[in-house]
């Protein structure tokens, strides 16, 4: 079992303060495939699975400081916000003018500066979730493969800007319910030719509008969305150099004698294993979300073994 100290899947925010600063002190230090692959969140090529994982760490360090620091200042600049709009209220009762206009001036300076520092740290929160995600499989296989194992890889996890598409349109009694889809995550990566493994993270959206009349009889709008992220993981492992473990873990393409279908398949030479997972709500700091994840991802590579 490799170390998991040196190969930490979550790091909190107060953690990586300590350790490495501001964000901008820890991008100065990034080399320039680091920063490339943070302004773009595009990854291809051939990487070994340490250099691989230590890449996708240090992003994840990187959006964590971002976050944590807007988290700060979210905190502090909404306090102050709320502290001097009542001591401005006040001062108006009790007919301190000029006590009052200093501290709405200081309040509206205070405003500003929260506004000001909450546009320094943008950030994406789904990102997060899929950078834990790509360390989970990544340390799964280092388990497996060892951290000099090279990889071919290809990664695409750059936001999605553009409007969700939308995949269905109907009714259903008074409600007008329509279904959108993003693609949040889409990797590709081989280890030679006898590995592949390819992950998508989809999330469908469906969104809710109806009327609804009151007893006083006046009509009220009604809206409730929903999300629902789906991952669709395939696995393939080439029969000549992996079999599986046990005989009830697979069955060929080509059988026919009414056995019992289960996640791995033979086709063309090759262990296809394929699954599904779905999560109603990602929650970045919700430890049970990311061992459901490991377990998730670790199925495959617990049920094949090397001949």
């Known amino acids: 079992m490799l170390n998991m100290t040196q190969y930490p899947l979550r790091i909190k925010y107060p953690e990586a303060k300590e350790k490495y600063g501001d964000h901008t002190v820890f991008r100065q230090n990034l080399n320039a495939q680091e920063i490339e692959f943070i302004e773009s969140r595009k990854l291809e090529g051939r990487f070994s699975l340490k250099e691989l994982y230590h890449l996708i760490h240090k992003f994840s360090l990187y959006y964590t400081l971002i976050k944590g620091k807007r988290d700060f200042i979210n905190g502090y600049g909404i306090f102050g916000s709320l502290a001097l709009a009542a001591l401005v209220f006040v001062a108006y009762v009790k007919y301190a003018f000029f006590l009052g206009i200093f501290l709405f001036v200081l309040l509206v300076i205070t405003v500003g500066m929260t506004i000001y520092f909450r546009s320094q740290t943008k950030y994406s929160p789904f990102q997060i979730n899929n950078e834990e995600v790509l360390k989970c499989l990544v340390y799964i296989l280092l388990q497996d493969f060892g951290p000099k194992q090279k990889v071919d890889l290809s990664l695409d996890?750059?936001?999605?800007?553009?409007?969700?598409?939308?995949?269905?349109?109907?009714?259903?009694?008074?409600?007008?319910?329509?279904?959108?889809?993003?693609?949040?995550?889409?990797l590709k990566f081989s280890i030679g030719d006898s590995v592949k493994v390819v992950l998508h993270d989809d999330c469908f959206f469906r969104t809710q509008n109806w009327k609804k009349r009151s007893r006083s009889g006046k009509l009220k709008y009604k809206k409730k969305e929903n999300a629902l992220d789906k991952i669709s993981y395939k696995v393939l492992f080439d029969c000549q150099y992996y079999d599986v473990m046990k005989s009830e873990y697979a069955h060929?393409?080509?059988?026919?004698?009414?056995?019992?279908s289960n996640l791995f398949e033979l086709n063309n030479g090759m262990w296809e294993y394929k699954s599904k997972l779905k999560l109603q709500d990602k929650k970045a700091n919700s430890k049970d979300v990311l061992n459901q994840w490991i377990g998730f991802l670790q199925q495959p590579f617990l049920q094949i073994k090397k001949k």
């Not at 409600?175 to 889409?186: A, D, G, S």
């Not at 060929?252 to 019992?260: A, Y």
């Open 252 to 260: 060929s393409s080509n059988n026919n004698s009414g056995g019992k």
């Open 157 to 186: 996890c750059t936001p999605v800007n553009e409007k969700e598409k939308i995949i269905d349109r109907f009714k259903r009694g008074v409600r007008n319910i329509v279904i959108y889809k993003k693609e949040y995550l889409k």
